[in-house]
């Protein structure tokens, strides 16, 4: 792609990687040259809080709003009842109202620490997509908005294709879901103005279903821009990691965690990362993303000292640099540390060590506990555990316990 961008926006997705397609690069470029965008992304309330795969389109509303431009947050506590079915082997649990208001609550507090909400031309704005979905009439919606939907179209969108090539259902209401991807970008470009939504590139077949419907139904120039759906250097989708999804809230991760997580980054993702996922300039992105041998740890610490300062602040990072240093040099305790706090009671009959592993996390299940200490892969107080069944008693948590699964996880637990 040799497009050479007017606007801000469009030379920082270009030059730092987020940019996977658009929909008409110089009819987007021109529109950002001449004035504010307000441009959405849509997040469902699946959980409680966003994990770091969402990070990458939490990073384009952050630099929207520092080139000059409107972010729309669009929560789905409309569309979350239906479950987008893309690139999906079965359909999603449904989840209450309640469950879903719940989440929604959650996430807000991620995006609090990466883009500025108020009234202003180019402050954010945290939407729900319920406010129109929940009031439309079926028979008014079929025939003022299901009539400008081909299903011939709609089949061969490869989100849905993928689904039915390999003969695995597809529910109507999944199939649904597009429709009303589509019919939220129409509200928001009535409501709001907004002329971009953007999205993973698993998003574009919903996308250009949005593009086209509100063309047709408001005649209104508005425009799609996909990033690349990101994955590791070793092939693996980002976001998870052994121990399970690395949330973006502190009551579900720990910035410790969050931190050490990109701290463990593969060498050869470095540089992509910091120029995705930091900001810092692309000539020091490509400085430190050339580093070998030992001196790239430094970059990696660097990593994740400037994304965890974007998610948690700057005291956190720091102290996750911390507790590594005081964890990994010294081979101390650290005061960061993820702990489990048990009451009394809980130890009054004793606890087991396998046990201990489970509750803080280090181990999913006794089965996976034990089999960790098998291996040679457990320590308590940096000694090599060797009995899953070894007992402890209030007597032995005088002091708080270090527990050490493999080389770089660990956990305290105390008692309360």
């Not at 500025?116 to 079929?142: H, K, Q, R």
Request: with cysteine; hydrophobic share 40%.
């Amino acid at each position: 792609m040799t497009y050479h961008p007017k606007s801000d926006f469009m030379r920082v997705m270009m030059e730092r990687g987020f940019l996977a397609d658009c929909t008409d690069y110089q009819g987007l470029d021109e529109a950002l040259a001449k004035g504010v965008v307000p441009a959405y992304i849509g997040f469902d309330a699946t959980a409680k809080s966003l994990h770091v795969g969402s990070l990458i389109q939490i990073m384009m509303l952050r630099w929207l709003q520092k080139t000059g431009h409107k972010p729309l947050v669009l929560m789905g506590g409309g569309t979350t009842k239906v479950g987008d079915p893309s690139f999906r082997a079965e359909e999603r649990p449904l989840l209450t109202p309640a469950q879903i208001d719940d989440n929604i609550a959650g996430i807000k507090r991620v995006f609090a620490a990466y883009v500025t909400f108020g009234e202003g031309a180019t402050d954010a704005l945290m939407l729900n997509n319920a406010e129109w979905l929940d009031e439309l009439n079926y028979l008014d919606f079929l025939r003022d908005i299901g009539r400008h939907f081909s299903v011939n179209r709609m089949l061969s969108f490869e989100s849905v294709k993928s689904r039915l090539d390999r003969e695995q259902s597809l529910s109507f209401l999944e199939f649904n879901y597009m429709i009303l991807q589509a019919y939220d970008f129409l509200e928001l470009n009535r409501r709001y103005g907004c002329l971009l939504q953007m999205g993973g590139s698993d998003q574009w077949g919903n996308i250009v279903n949005g593009i086209d419907l509100t063309r047709r139904v408001l005649d209104a120039e508005i425009y799609g821009l996909t990033s690349p759906l990101l994955t590791t250097s070793d092939g693996k989708k980002m976001g998870k990691s052994q121990s399970g999804a690395i949330w973006l809230n502190s009551d579900m991760l720990s910035p410790y965690e969050f931190w050490q997580f990109w701290r463990n980054t593969t060498d050869a993702d470095v540089g992509r990362f910091l120029k995705l996922y930091t900001e810092l300039p692309i000539e020091e992105c490509d400085r430190l993303g050339a580093l070998e041998g030992s001196e790239i740890n430094q970059a990696k610490i660097v990593l994740a000292n400037e994304v965890t300062k974007l998610a948690h602040g700057a005291e956190a990072a720091t102290a996750a640099e911390a507790t590594a240093r005081e964890v990994f040099e010294k081979g101390g305790v650290g005061d960061d540390l993820p702990t489990l706090t048990l009451s009394a009671g809980d130890v009054a009959d004793g606890i087991s060590l396998a046990q201990l592993f489970v509750r803080s996390g280090l181990a999913k299940s006794g089965k996976d506990a034990k089999r960790l200490i098998a291996e040679g892969g457990a320590r308590v107080n940096d000694d090599l555990a060797t009995d899953a069944g070894q007992i402890f008693g209030a007597g032995d948590f005088a002091d708080a316990v270090k527990l050490t699964a493999g080389k770089k996880r660990h956990a305290l637990v105390v008692i309360g």
